[in-house]
Nanobody, 122 residues
Framework: VQLQASGGGLVQPGGSLRLSCEAR????????MAWYRQAPGKERELVAH???????SYVDAVKGRFTISRDNAKHTTSLQMNSLKVEDTAVYYC?????????????????WGRGTLVTVSS
């Protein structure tokens, strides 16, 4: 299973970006999906989380500005980021908790995308 993220880039404060992530491979079911970010010199933090039945949570810093969504049939998740601030600058990673079949058994494992850089600067 591989997660491929896209959509990062340079944007001015107050601008918007949309990040997308697609999981590819032998997937039985994706349970949870999430976006994390890691700013320079800081630890990776959870930004937004969405369960399979669309229960959603956000870190306080992005509430009201970011919106996470997913498409269960396409194994994708997106993060719409509005009113971006300089402090949103970070590498953003998508994460998926995936169930897959190996032989006759169902296994579950977390997978990370490679990260996409979001830079908010004037």
């Amino acid at each position: 299973v591989q997660l491929q993220a896209s959509g990062g880039g340079l944007v001015q404060p107050g601008g918007s970006l949309r990040l997308s992530c697609e999981a590819r491979g032998s997937i039985f079911r994706i349970i949870d999906m999430a976006w994390y970010r890691q700013a320079p010199g800081k630890e990776r933090e959870l930004v937004a989380h969405i369960t399979r039945d669309a229960n959603i949570s956000y870190v306080d810093a992005v509430k009201g500005r970011f919106t996470i969504s997913r498409d269960n049939a396409k194994h994708t998740t997106s993060l719409q980021m509005n009113s971006l601030k300089v402090e949103d600058t970070a590498v953003y990673y998508c994460y998926a908790d995936v169930r897959f079949i190996r032989g006759t058994e169902i296994h579950q494992k977390g997978y990370w995308g490679r990260g996409t850089l979001v830079t908010v600067s004037s």
